[in-house]
């Protein structure tokens, strides 16, 4: 069972499903970067706790309240319960290599920047090693002062060069161990922390401040209970811890900071083109379809989603965590977003409203699929949202999430390609074959306009988040919503109610209408006088 600060049933209507689900999902309080992760019969041997990206002067804060074990006297003679703090320098992706399962993280030595906190139960002291160059990293005992400096940080207690060289902790209480043996980079440290003990429980707490550039990074800290390492013989135990991060500007990692101010931009951008592709409805009223209100629907959708993520940010930034009410109007917003945009796109692709008024079997399979499966997917999103790292369920809803959203892509090109192979049919048996070949050309642009949405939303920001520095995670952001806006802009200029439009231009006509047409204008009968489009009586026309 988890729990997470961060944000009588009978029988009833979807819709009163829907409001239960959302309430239960959103029971909790949001606590943004101060997490508060609490863990009863928990039986992993590793738990990704927190990741986060320092800069200079930021620190991050550690208290671990509560420690169960429910452990036997053992005769092991090193620690294999406590935390392990590592750093990246690029690339968001934690990277865990296959190990044997006899072997325990805690027990390992590390040429690269690594920090252990081992948990000696019989002693009552943390043995605190560090592993890699690590010349201001500071490490203390207890928690920083509540009291913020200017900036808005916390100051850290002075600390004195010489000391942090001779690995010893500024408090009176901590005892200095023999270095370990040197390594290809710097000198392992090794300082003291006390434990605390109460009835069968431990807690300490510690605080680390990053003292200078070079320790700046991307930091993971992970806690490991090396008893539950072996298959078949773990035992529950129970944690309570709280960690806080902070970086001079706020409580926003350093790939979050920016994203404030992108959100709100791209939120502006997104109402603009709304705004936009309104007066281009109101000025072709004549050639409108359902559809291009719906497009319109998804553009505001996600401008108003948008704002309120840039006001969760902001709140977090400044206080620590957003408030709860924003954060339930953003995710009911993103909900609404992501469905109305996988609808937009497979109506369109199947060219309802436009070219027919049913859709068919096979496209309404297809929305019975996508339609639930965004649900799930919004469901998995707000879980992840409200949920710690460290959580129980948090894993397993972020591969749904991953599964789900996958599936999605690929359902939503099944329109597209059936109406391909239908134009590509019809292109030269009905007699309009020009057309049938705009029409074509059209659908095909469309393919391959969504292709290259899926393609850089989910593949190339991936990749583009591995490859850049901790500090410009935020990219990958601004490449996704970049992506879409495009899209969206390209989609309306395709599908915009244009007289014009090979889209819009039906074949209703058939050969007698046509060989009457030539007629009249060859007897000058229609001389001066233009031509009706019947799409217009023979459409769901707004």
């Known amino acids: 069972m988890a729990v997470s600060e961060r944000r009588g049933l009978g029988r009833g209507s979807p819709a009163e499903w829907g409001q239960l689900l959302l309430l239960w999902l959103l029971s909790g309080c949001c606590s943004g970067r101060i997490h508060r992760l ?189 008893y539950n390492s072996i298959p078949g013989q773990e035992r529950p135990f129970d944690l309570t811890v709280m960690i806080r991060e902070k970086n001079p500007e706020g409580f926003l990692s350093a790939a979050e900071i920016p994203l404030f101010k992108l959100y709100l931009i791209m939120s502006a951008c997104f109402l603009a083109a709304g705004i936009f592709w309104v007066s281009v409805l109101c000025r072709n009223t004549y050639n409108v379809f359902k559809i291009h209100w719906l497009m319109a629907a998804l553009a505001f959708t996600k401008s108003i989603s948008l704002l309120f993520h840039s006001i969760n940010y902001y709140f977090i930034n400044s206080q620590g965590h957003p408030i709860e009410g924003l954060a339930v109007m953003h995710y009911i917003t993103h909900l609404l977003k992501g469905a109305l945009l996988f609808i937009t796109i497979a109506l369109i692709g199947s060219g309802w409203a436009f070219v027919k008024y ?56 099944f329109p597209v390609v059936w109406s391909i192979r239908h134009l590509q049919d019809a292109s030269g048996t009905d007699g309009k074959v020009a057309v049938n070949l705009a029409k074509l050309k059209l659908f095909r642009h469309y393919y391959v306009m969504v292709i290259c949405y899926v393609y850089f939303t989910r593949i190339i920001a991936i990749l583009l988040r591995v490859a850049v520095p901790f500090q410009w995670q935020w990219l990958y952001q601004l490449l996704v ?62």
């Not at 053992?74 to 320098?89: A, D, I, K, M, W």
């Not at 030595?109 to 560090?130: A, H």
């Not at 068919?360 to 469901?379: C, M, T």
């Not at 039906?506 to 031509?531: A, I, N, W, Y």
Request: proline share 6%.
């Open 38 to 226: 609490a863990l009863t019969g928990e039986k992993r041997a590793d738990i990704q706790l927190n990741s986060f990206g320092f800069y200079t002067n930021g620190s991050l804060e550690v208290e671990l309240s509560l420690l169960r074990l429910g452990l036997q006297e053992t005769e092991n003679t090193s620690p294999l319960v406590g935390f392990s703090l590592s750093r990246v320098q690029s690339g968001s992706v934690r990277y865990y290599p296959t190990r044997d399962p006899h072997e325990c993280p805690l027990q390992r030595n590390s040429s690269n920047f690594l920090v252990l906190f081992l948990i000696d139960t019989k002693d009552l002291q943390v043995q605190v090693r560090k592993y890699g160059e690590q010349k201001q990293l500071f490490i203390s005992p207890g928690l920083l002062p509540d009291v913020p400096s200017k900036s808005g940080l916390p100051k850290p207690e002075p600390t004195d060069p010489s000391k942090v060289d001779s690995g010893t902790s500024t408090v009176s209480e901590a005892k200095t161990k023999p270095t370990m043996p040197q390594v290809p980079i710097g000198k392992n440290k090794e300082l003291v922390l006390g434990l605390g003990h109460l009835n069968d429980s431990y807690n300490f707490s510690f605080h680390m401040v990053v003292g200078s550039r070079a320790e700046e990074g991307q930091y993971n800290l992970n806690f490991h209970n090396c």
């Open 481 to 542: 919503e970049g992506s879409t806006l495009t899209f969206f802009v390209l989609t309306g200029y395709k599908f915009q109610p244009a007289g014009d439009n090979p889209y819009l231009q039906l074949p209703q006509e058939d050969e007698e209408d046509m060989q009457m047409e030539q007629v009249m204008t060859d007897s000058g009968f229609r001389e001066g006088l233009s031509k009706v489009n019947k799409t217009a009586s023979g459409r769901e026309l707004l």
């Open 358 to 413: 049913v859709l068919s079997d096979k496209e309404k399979k297809i929305f019975g699929i996508v339609i639930p499966l965004q649900v799930l997917a919004n469901v998995a999103y707000i879980v992840i949202e409200s949920r710690e790292e460290g959580a129980s369920d948090y894993g397993f809803w972020k591969e749904i999430l991953f599964l789900v959203d996958l599936i999605c892509c690929g359902a939503i090109l």
